[in-house]
C-alpha cells in the first residue's frame, strides 16, 4: 500500500520560509517522479513543482520559481520543498504526489493527472 505522508506546514508572515517534507512508503522511491501541487477551496489543484527519479531535474510553477526548491533524498525515501520569501498567495494545502510512469514530454510533469499517488495534504497559512 502506498503512502504518502506531507509534513512541515503551518502558519507563517510573509517573508518567513518553510520547508514541507513527504515520507513514501510502499513504493520503489527512487523510480519515482516526485511533484508538489496546492489548493485552495473551490480552485483547481495546481502545479508546484517536480523532481525527476532518474536525472534530479526540476520543474517550477512560474509563481514560485526563484523562491522554492525541491529536492529528494532516495535513501530516506523523502522529497522535500523548501520555501522561502512566503507571500499570502502561497496560502493552500499543499500536496506531495508521486507517479512510475515514463514521461516524454515536459508538460506533463505539470499535470496533476500524471501523478498516480497523492499525500493527504498540509496547510500553509501565509499572513500578511
Known amino acids: 500500500q502506498v503512502q504518502l505522508v506531507e509534513s512541515g506546514g503551518g502558519l507563517v508572515q510573509a517573508g518567513d520560509s518553510l520547508r514541507l517534507s513527504c515520507a513514501a512508503s510502499?513504493?520503489?522511491?527512487?523510480?519515482?517522479?516526485m511533484g508538489w501541487f496546492r489548493q485552495n477551496p473551490g480552485k483547481e489543484r495546481e502545479f508546484v513543482a517536480a523532481?525527476?527519479?532518474?536525472?534530479?531535474?526540476?520543474y517550477y510553477a512560474d509563481s514560485v520559481k526563484g523562491r522554492v526548491t525541491i529536492s529528494r533524498d532516495n535513501a530516506k525515501n523523502t522529497a522535500n520543498l523548501q520555501m522561502n520569501s512566503l507571500k499570502p498567495e502561497d496560502t493552500a494545502v499543499y500536496y506531495c504526489?508521486?507517479?512510475?510512469?515514463?514521461?516524454?514530454?515536459?508538460?506533463?510533469?505539470?499535470?496533476?493527472?500524471?501523478?498516480?499517488?497523492w499525500g493527504q495534504g498540509t496547510q500553509v497559512t501565509v499572513s500578511s
Open positions: 510502499g513504493l520503489t522511491f527512487s523510480r519515482n517522479t
Open positions: 523532481i525527476t527519479w532518474n536525472s534530479g531535474v526540476t
Open positions: 504526489a508521486a507517479t512510475a510512469r515514463t514521461i516524454y514530454l515536459r508538460s506533463a510533469y505539470y499535470i496533476r493527472s500524471t501523478y498516480d499517488y
